[in-house]
Structures are given as C-alpha cells and as structure tokens.
C-alpha cells in the first residue's frame, strides 16, 4: 500500500536559521511528488513538485527539495526562514499506474518560525 | 478566474441536521475532489468526481454523498451530521491529464463543528 510519512509533526527554528521538514514514502508504482503549504486560516498553495528530470526542485519563497528515490525520500528544505513562513506543509504523492490514480497526503508538519 | 471557492466559511449543525457544502470551479476542471482535514491526521479523500456525471468514493466516504450535473458545481452533502464529522472540509479541483502529474487547486476550506 501507499503511504506518506512526515515524521516530525511540528518543528520550531528561529528566525534566519536553515530548515528541513522531512517527507518519506512508500509505493510500488510511479509516483510524483509535491509539497503544499497551509497558512493559518487559509486553503492549500503548492509550493513545488517534482515530476521528473533534476532531483532537486525550487519552488516558490525560496523553498527547495530534493527527491532521493534509493532512500524514497523528498525532504523540504529552506536556508533561512522568515516569520511569514509560519505554516503547516504538507508532503504529497500521486501514485499512478493501471488503475491507480490517488493524491495521498502527509499528515502534516507545523514550522513555527520564532523571532 | 476565481478559482475553487466553497461556502460557507463556518457552519454549526447539530447532531442529525442535514447540509450541503457547495463547491465551484471556474477553470473549467474536469477533476474535483472533497477532503476532510483532522489533526494529525493530514487530509483524507471523501468523493472524487472525474466529470460532470461521474462520482466514485475516496478513502472516506461514509455519511456523505456527492453529486456532479456540471462541471463546475461539486456539492457535499451530509444527510444526518454526527460529531465525528466535525472537521475543516476542502474542496479541490485540477484538469485532466494522462499520469496525474498537474497541479491540484483548493478551495479556502469549510469549518464544520457538530454539536
């Protein structure tokens, strides 16, 4: 069975230091993978994906991730972070393949930037 | 385009009321889709529809029903609320295309509390 795994359910830094929020999975068929950020109160915003070629993808407020297939692996990664990136993100999978077409998610990863 | 919009924003019902959250899309996407969204627990899949006409049930489907006579309007229905349904309901929309590899649109979210 498919599954997503976002091991750390909250992760505190400090304003200006590195992060990672760490995203883990597992699936027998082709997969694609996304990240998506939930600011309070709102809906849900793609922050990037990954479908294929380069392994290490930007995405939007100086985000970046880097697929690992050998390690089934697509951990989140910012240098320094700000306030404003107080959120909750959400690593994502499509697995497809036959008749297999499902979006499953993470249970979600709280990043509480403190001044 | 306004994207995915849901009404309403907040809604208390009480134990075996009946209601409908209503969903629209106006970027004309043949795919939506109705999450719940719990702590802990990440977003789970309720009803998916893949066209005007065609529903199917996701991982969670139990006490709703959905229907879908346009390709704009995807309304969730919950024909006698228990509190178990307590949660944020999110509707999602994305276009058609082979292997699943395009972004998912959502909604800004419907707060449910059932007394």
């Known amino acids: 069975a498919q599954s997503v795994t976002q091991l750390d359910s909250q992760v505190p830094v400090f304003e200006e230091a590195p992060v990672e929020l760490r995203c883990n999975y597992s699936s027998s068929v082709s997969v694609y993978l996304f990240w998506y950020v939930q600011y309070p109160n709102q809906g849900l915003q793609l922050l990037l994906k990954?479908?294929?070629?380069?392994?290490l993808v930007k995405g939007i407020n100086g985000f970046e991730a880097e697929f690992n297939k050998s390690q089934t692996s697509f951990h989140l990664r910012k240098p320094s972070v700000h306030i404003s990136d107080t959120a909750e993100y959400f690593c994502?999978?499509?697995?497809?393949?036959?008749?297999?077409?499902?979006?499953?998610f993470g249970t979600g990863t709280l990043l509480a930037v403190q001044p | 385009n306004a994207g995915v919009t849901q009404t309403p924003k907040f809604q208390v019902l009480k134990t075996g009321q009946s209601m409908t959250l209503q969903c629209a899309q106006d970027m004309n996407h043949e795919y939506m889709s109705w999450y719940r969204q719990d702590p802990g627990m990440g977003l789970r899949l309720i009803h998916y529809?893949?066209?005007?006409?065609?529903?199917d049930q996701g991982e969670v489907p139990n006490g709703y029903n959905v229907s879908r006579s346009t390709t704009e309007d995807f309304p969730l229905r919950l024909l006698s609320a228990a509190p178990s349904q307590t949660s944020v309901y999110f509707c999602a929309s994305r276009p058609r295309t082979s292997g699943g590899n395009n972004e998912q649109f959502f909604g800004p979210g419907t707060r449910l509390t059932v007394l």
């Open positions: 529809s893949v066209g005007a006409g065609i529903t």
């Open positions: 994502a999978v499509r697995v497809y393949g036959g008749a297999t077409n499902k979006l499953i």
């Open positions: 990954y479908l294929s070629g380069s392994t």
